[in-house]
């Protein structure tokens, strides 16, 4: 990988350390889940019981992890609906949370 600004390596040792940011895609997708979104975003399942709070997403080859507080791991296929940083409903199979 190469960035535009930075040809040489005496340049790439002056960028060590800069943070790397770039503006948010605007995609008008409903499908979309922004990672972003998710965190600090409290868990309910179909029946309406709080699960715990996103304290992180894992990568996971056959679908990402939500993180709790709680400990436990949900998988993004199970989300039905994100509302950005506050509330997430999951549907999920009976004994995953026990």
Known sequence: ???EEISTREEADAARGTVLSAP???IDDDDVIWIDEL???????EQG???????DV???PAS???VLDSGALIPLTFVTSVEA???IEVEVPEGLFE
């Open 1 to 3: 990988m190469w960035f």
């Open 24 to 26: 948010k895609l605007e």
């Open 39 to 45: 965190f600090g975003a409290s868990v309910v399942d």
């Open 49 to 55: 019981v709080l699960r715990g709070v996103v304290v």
């Open 58 to 60: 894992e990568s996971n």
């Open 64 to 66: 990402d992890l939500l």
């Open 85 to 87: 940083n506050t509330l």
